[in-house]
């Protein structure tokens, strides 16, 4: 395999992985929040997002999707320890898309920037995105592989 080959290989798995993560860790996540009553939210949106129509949870998976890109860029900074890749992973997907969708989504769509920093939101935020990140990392290990030292 070239190493162009290998490398546009890593980058579907990285969407992949991003897009599968959402719907397993990030949505599960959600579900524990939602069910101890910490969000009013359900789990799964099935709402149409603009501007297509396009259920919600597509729309979320498919930007987990493209986060998950992101995470492919940076993970070879990673720590190469399994433990540490994981934390690295949950504390990446906690900050990176939070901060994004504070800072560049919230104000593109004229809302207040951070939905204006509820603690609640602020938390869920961190706890669904680090969700994601540890489930993007498990993915990408599980179908991809990655060298670990011990």
Not at 117 to 122: C, L, M, N, Y
Request: aromatic residues 16%; positive net charge.
């Amino acid at each position: 395999m070239t190493d162009s080959t290998h490398k546009l290989s890593r980058y579907l798995l990285g969407f992949a992985a991003g897009f599968v993560a959402v719907l397993v860790f990030h949505q599960a996540m959600l579900t524990l929040l939602h069910s101890v009553h910490f969000v009013s939210f359900a789990p799964f949106p099935l709402a149409p997002t603009a501007p297509f129509g396009v259920p919600k949870i597509w729309s979320l998976a498919f930007w987990g999707g493209i986060w998950g890109l992101v995470f492919v860029l940076l993970e070879c900074k990673f720590p190469r320890n399994l433990l540490a890749y994981l934390i690295t992973a949950i504390v990446f997907g906690a900050v990176g898309p939070s901060l994004v969708a504070w800072f560049v989504v919230s104000p593109f769509k004229g809302l207040p920037m951070g939905g204006g920093f509820h603690s609640a939101g602020v938390i869920t935020a961190f706890l669904v995105n680090g969700a994601w990140g540890l489930g993007t990392a498990i993915f990408l290990l599980a179908t991809a592989g990655r060298l670990i030292a011990a």
